[in-house]
């Protein structure tokens, strides 16, 4: 960092650089390409203003006015820049910042712009940081679910991808969501519920959703591997639990950062089993493709 409220462009890559160029042409260059500087304060830019004469303020309830708009675009502007430079940090060497679609970029600075909590913020970052990296991937409606969620929605989606497994798709593995291992970590009848409403998941209280491995029959579960034996079993139908993701769901649990829930690889290993599967934790090396985590 050089001095307060500067951002030294030359500790990050030229990736980077160019993502900061792209969103400061989508707002009409209000930020410049190697320094962004926030605007300190409302007041301070409206007595710069009245001294040079660009604005005359005609009354007391005009200059009320006045200071609120600028002290609300300073916010908006403040918002915007510590997002911004939060998914620096992620952007990758050969992340492709100039392909990112201008409408959406747009549309991800309307509703961004307004968060302020910091939390909800880092969120908006690797979003941003994600589309950056791989442009494409998320969508414009994942965005718009995004700018209604608050922190605890983001808190609770956070707690259902400790649960992901990679099964042909990406998704959580709930069993049996009254069990301890899962109430435990916040997850529930109520909050599964929840997460459905808002768009991120189906729910299935009643029966179980079936997936198609993919071979080589490799299941993730963070970096450890289990197998699918089928000699034993037809290799369709495999029972993955009551929830899956939407799209916006499997999208957003590729910026989600969690850690593994202690005990739950042996515990779907227990509840594979007990539906028949022939299953067992690799012990070779196993390389498998993830994007999430």
């Known amino acids: 960092m050089a001095e307060k409220g500067l951002i030294n462009m030359g500790d990050y890559s030229e990736a ?46 005009q200059e009320r006015a006045f200071r609120r708009m600028m002290y609300e675009e300073g916010r908006k502007q403040e918002n915007l820049e510590k997002i911004l430079l939060k998914s620096m940090d992620s952007v990758e060497i050969d992340s492709k910042p100039n392909e990112i679609d201008t409408d959406w970029l747009q549309n991800f600075i309307e509703k961004c712009k307004t968060v302020s909590n910091e939390e909800m913020q880092t969120v908006w970052a690797k979003l ?66 929840h997460l459905e409403g808002i768009g991120l998941v189906s729910f299935e209280s009643n029966g179980y959703f079936t997936e198609i491995p993919t071979s080589p029959h490799g299941f993730r579960y963070y970096n450890r591997v289990v197998r699918l034996k089928f000699d034993s079993v037809p290799p369709l139908k495999f029972r993955t639990g009551q929830v899956i993701f939407t799209k916006a769901g499997r999208e957003l649990v590729s910026i989600c950062g969690t850690a593994p829930v202690e005990g739950f690889l042996d515990y779907c290993i227990g509840r594979w089993k007990k539906f028949g599967y022939d299953i067992e934790e690799a012990q070779e090396p196993f390389f498998y493709q993830l994007n999430i985590l």
């Open 16 to 61: 980077a650089k160019l993502l900061v160029e792209k969103v400061g042409q989508a707002v009409g260059g209000a930020l410049q390409p190697w320094q962004m500087k926030r605007i300190a304060t409302a007041e301070v830019e409206v007595e710069r203003i009245k001294s040079i004469g660009q604005v005359e303020l005609q009354n007391e309830l």
């Open 128 to 193: 941003l940081s994600r589309e950056s990296n791989n442009p494409g991937a998320i969508s414009r409606r994942t965005v718009e679910l995004v700018s209604s969620f608050d922190k605890s929605d983001a808190q609770l989606f956070e707690a259902l991808c400790k649960f992901v497994w990679s099964i042909g798709h990406t998704n959580p593995v709930i069993f049996e969501y009254h069990e301890k291992i899962y109430s435990e970590q916040g997850i529930n009848f109520i909050s599964l519920k």
